[in-house]
């Protein structure tokens, strides 16, 4: 069976990724950097089976993927400090390592830290805003290869899924900056003008 393929801003994409999300389906999605793939981030079956689509080991956690900064303290400690940061930051094309709070998606924890992204995306912060949802998510691609960003690729090579919800995207994967410490550290990506301005005050 070949998956459903929707615009994000089709009038019925709020309704197939309510049940998407119910029902334990895969889901790839446009974010503002490049597609994810993921779904519920409790949903055990839905966990297991992007795993297997992806070869990835049961020992690497995904990223929480929020529809807005305010659901941040849900799932993830803030302090001043690393507020300053999320307040400067997000929605963007950002991974914030932090704490995480007990109410962290175990499948998205490890050693109780937990990646958070909110993207400046209208897939994001209109649709799964209006849901309130949570999102687990990581780059659709094997493990060991390159995130793909071509969508008909994407429909071919991951034919399995269950919802692709397509939209605009761009080409390079989110920055991740560690907060744990100080000064804080970033782990991918390159340093641009808000990371510089916010390492320069700590």
Known sequence: MMPRVLSHDDPEIGIAL???????????????????????????????????????RSDQPFAVLLPTVATIARFATIDARARRWIDRLLPGPYTLLLPAT??????????????????????????????????????????GEPPLVDVDEIIDRFSAVDLIVTGPTAASASAIIDLRGIPARVVRGALDRPIHSLLEEE
């Open 102 to 143: 007990p109410d962290a998606p175990p499948a998205t924890t490890l050693d109780r830290t937990i990646g958070v992204r909110v993207p400046a995306h209208p897939f994001f912060g209109r649709t799964l805003a209006t849901l309130d949802r949570p999102l687990f998510g990581t780059s659709v691609n094997r493990h």
């Open 18 to 56: 309510q049940a998407a999300l119910e029902t334990g389906q895969t889901i790839i999605f446009p974010t503002d950097t490049i597609y994810g793939i993921g779904g519920n981030p409790w949903d055990a079956r839905c966990i297991e089976r992007v795993r297997l689509l992806k070869d990835r």
